[in-house]
């Protein structure tokens, strides 16, 4: 029995880990009283409106159980600084009860740096939050992953880093998405990267239209977005991701899912 | 940066055993469930500063309790002793042992008092006598033989303080003072006259009625006064909370006791105990603090009868005043309001010297979690529970 917290870029990727979590049989918990007491529920915002917008949601984790183990996957709402101050707040909330959390963990998109690069740039900026006082983390025997090739390392609790698409290449959750749509959906998705390469370079765009298009990654995304609207259309792509096939049993065995799921295996200490 | 306090451990005082702050703060910010400790804390800082004043520790122990129906101070005091359990509450041997330790520009390093009861042949002296009532009585000679308790104080202080408490240092440097008593049963406590030379440090409690004992307030405001404090630094106090207040007056207009008057632009010379609650609160808040001077200052329940808008402005002027004062002061809430506003005051103040403790529950295999103020901003500003 574990309870692990996982801290992610944005809802997709809370989609991404739940997605994987499922065939373990992982169920989503969504009412506060099914949640453990010194875990879950420590980790619910309690306040509303937040920063006094009636109309922004309150981003709470996602929860998932297998009856056993529980798992807390929340979206940061961004990348390195936020993840950090996530995961300092949750290590914060929870310091009162030895052995609520087991384990830990961080997913990021490697879009600015190389893999190694990128997760050395998040272990320093982690080192130094995590160190900014000496007794702010004393209840706790942290310890952090050294590389992405030993990206989890034991402690009180454990500590893993994974750096999307694979661990290994530049990318973000998107090529991994796509890689699994090629499986799952390979007409659709080649039509809509069809679709995609020829719109980009339309002369009615402008060239603030243009800045746009040719973000980091904006052909990924442009491509998955062309899919979600004819799957799901007018819903979020982490809609999509849940309700969609995209990380079906055949894509889930592709070589970049298996090492995402031997990471959270390994993180969440999963038999299977 | 050095506090009077900067490391403050209770080996055991009441229920607390082995509870540790460390890394405390100029505002340090207690929070707990009930029955965690929160006001017990207090209590035993207020114990470890006045070390050798058996008064202080009379008062302690009768702090929580209501006048008219008060425990004998024999039991008050076997309370702040860690019980052991036994069936026999009124078991006449008793016998406890209450330890703490602390670090910091404090002169007492260690506090240990020990409690011995006893069943004994009570002095004669038919003055002390106590009836319920109040009224003096003569006892009945057959009833000499009762209950008592001899109570040993010490501290340790550093051997650069040995000369001026009169202790012998030991090798290793720190000396030791020490101070005996008894108690009876059915005697009042007279406290033992001698020079006021023991090693102790500023210290003033407001507990959460505190405002409204009016007596108290009338003896602080002499004193402050007496001290130099000037009125406007209370005044200050009293106008974040009603700015309609002009000043203060001492007056005695029955020829038997003076009353602490406040000049109010409406409503005239008003006493102060037909103010609101807040305002109150708010003027013994400031009474409390300027007598802690470069010592300690305890509050209990910060929020009590301080309306949740006036609890920032409050604070902030709090904070402020007590590092201008060198005070450093420990507070306990049950209020996620009170939190907000004491986070919100250390910004504007742009002090990063609040410290927050959440008090574990008692037997729950928790443990004390420490927060920094940047800890406790990024819990509250994350929606999170802090106590």
């Known amino acids: 029995m574990a309870n692990t917290f996982i801290a992610v870029e944005g809802p997709q990727d809370v989609e991404l880990i739940a997605a994987v979590l499922k065939p373990r049989g992982f169920k989503k918990k969504v009412h506060e009283d099914d949640l453990p007491e010194r875990f879950g529920k420590r980790l619910i915002r309690k306040d509303y409106p937040i920063d006094g917008d009636l109309h922004a949601r309150v981003p709470n984790p996602m929860f998932m159980t297998d009856g056993s183990n529980w798992v807390a996957i929340q979206s940061a709402g961004g990348a390195t600084l936020e993840l950090i101050t996530l995961v300092s707040r949750v290590l914060n909330a929870l310091k009162s009860f030895p052995g609520a959390l087991d384990a830990i963990g961080i997913v990021r998109d490697t879009d600015e740096l190389s893999a190694p690069e990128q997760f050395a740039h998040l272990r320093t900026e982690l080192s130094s939050r995590l160190n900014r006082e000496p007794e702010e983390f004393a209840n706790y025997e942290l310890q952090l992953p050294m590389s992405v090739n030993e990206n989890i390392i034991d402690g009180k609790p454990n500590f893993g880093i994974y750096m999307l698409p694979d661990n290994e290449h530049e990318g973000t959750l998107e090529n991994l998405v796509l890689e699994c749509g090629e499986c799952i959906y390979p007409q659709l998705v080649n039509r809509s990267r069809d679709f995609v390469d020829d719109v980009r370079e339309l002369a009615e765009l402008n060239s603030k239209d243009k800045s746009q298009v040719k973000k980091p990654f904006g052909k990924e995304k442009a491509i998955i977005a062309a899919a979600v609207s004819i799957l799901k259309p007018g819903m979020s792509l982490a809609v999509s991701l849940d309700q969609n096939r995209w990380f079906s049993e055949e894509s889930l065995n592709l070589p970049s899912m298996k090492k995402l799921i031997q990471f959270l295996r390994n993180l969440c200490q999963l038999e299977s | ?387």
């Not at chain 2, 109040?134 to 104080?153: F, K, M, W």
């Open chain 2, 1 to 387: 940066m050095a506090f009077h306090l900067d490391r403050f451990k209770i080996h055991a005082f009441r229920q607390l055993k082995g509870l540790e702050l460390k890394g405390l703060g100029r505002v340090n910010l207690l929070v707990g469930a009930n029955n965690s400790g929160k006001t017990t804390v207090l209590e035993a800082i207020a114990a470890h500063c006045q070390p050798l004043e058996p008064m202080a520790w009379l008062e302690i122990a009768r702090r929580r309790e209501i006048k008219s129906s008060r425990e004998p101070i024999l039991d008050s005091i076997k309370w702040l002793f860690p019980q052991t359990g036994s069936s026999d509450v009124d078991d006449p041997y008793f016998q406890g042992r209450v330890q703490m330790e602390a670090e910091g520009t404090t002169p007492n390093l260690e506090t240990i008092a020990t409690y011995e009861g006893f069943i004994g042949e009570r002095p004669d002296d038919e003055a002390d006598w106590e009836s319920e009532n109040g009224v003096a009585t003569t006892p009945d000679p057959s009833s000499y033989r009762e209950r008592g308790a001899r109570i040993h104080l010490s501290t340790t202080v550093r051997t650069f303080d040995s000369l001026i408490y009169m202790a012998t240092p030991d090798p290793e440097g720190k000396a030791t003072c020490d101070e005996e008593f008894e108690l009876w049963e059915s005697r009042a406590f007279k406290a033992p006259m001698r020079e006021d030379s023991t090693p102790k440090s500023p210290t003033a409690t407001v507990s959460p009625f505190a405002h409204r004992v009016e007596p108290l307030q009338v003896s602080q405001w002499s004193k402050l006064r007496h001290a130099g404090i000037a009125e406007s630094d209370l005044l200050n106090a009293a106008r974040l909370i009603d700015p309609e207040i002009e000043g203060f007056e001492l007056l005695d207009r029955t020829g038997i006791r003076s009353s602490l008057f406040v000049k109010h632009r409406i409503t005239g010379l008003t006493p102060v105990s037909v103010l609101g609650d807040g305002l109150r609160r708010a003027i013994a808040i400031a009474l409390n603090l300027f007598a802690a001077r470069d010592g300690v200052l305890l509050i209990d329940e910060i929020e009590s009868a301080i309306h949740k808008d006036g609890l920032g402005t409050l604070f902030g002027w709090l904070t402020k005043m007590a590092q201008q004062h060198n005070v450093q002061l420990f507070v306990t809430t049950h209020s996620l309001e009170a939190v907000d506003a004491l986070v919100e005051a250390r910004f504007r103040q742009d002090d990063g010297l609040l410290t927050g403790f959440r008090l574990p529950k008692t037997n729950s295999g928790e443990i004390v979690a420490r927060y920094s103020g940047s800890s406790l901003d990024e819990l509250r500003h994350g929606g999170l529970e802090v106590r």
